[in-house]
């Protein structure tokens, strides 16, 4: 899945009142914001972020009026079926395990952890005219609903939880 991040400065031309928020499950630290009218996926906001970024999923919310930078890598890798993984093109990635952070090489780590960063740097830009996604939330008063939905087979933390 592709990921983007932008600066948390949000225009709302229109439609604030279709604004909504969920997690996909209780404990989860990402918060959705969602249109209600069709649940369409704006962009997410994850504490790590520390107020400074939202992410955004052009496959479920096609980006209009820029071209996204290519992927520069990847997080998470180990949750791909391995061979699946293998046959992508070659980019830096990372995956958890035991608590900690891993890597292919040292380098890959060092690469990871530049993009990682970049997402809760200091936004470039004035927030005067715009919007947060906390403020928004707080305009919705505070409601985050619960999806309830499972983890998916290939997570690494099911498969290390089965493993145990
Ligand atoms: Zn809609």
Not at 44 to 56: F, M, T
Not at 70 to 79: F, G, K, L, T
């Amino acid at each position: 899945m592709y990921l983007v991040y932008f600066d948390n400065l949000l225009d709302v031309r229109r439609g604030k009142e279709q604004i909504a928020f969920n997690r996909l499950r209780d404990g989860a630290l990402s918060t959705n914001m969602i249109a209600a009218c069709c649940k369409t996926l704006l962009c997410v906001e994850h504490p790590r972020y520390e107020g400074q970024s939202v992410l955004l999923f052009p496959d479920f919310c096609p980006i209009s009026g820029l071209e996204p930078l290519p992927a520069a890598s990847r997080v998470h890798i180990r949750d791909w079926p391995a061979e699946a993984y293998a046959k992508l093109p070659s980019l830096p990635g990372t995956w958890r395990e035991d608590g900690r952070l891993h890597a292919e090489t040292e380098e890959d780590k060092v690469a990871v952890a530049r993009n990682t960063e970049a997402v809760r740097a200091k936004m470039s830009q004035d927030a005067s005219g715009f919007l947060t996604f906390q403020q928004l939330l707080r305009a919705a008063g505070g409601q985050v609903d619960t999806l309830h939905l499972p983890e998916g087979a290939q997570s690494r933390s099911i498969k290390a939880s089965l493993a145990e």
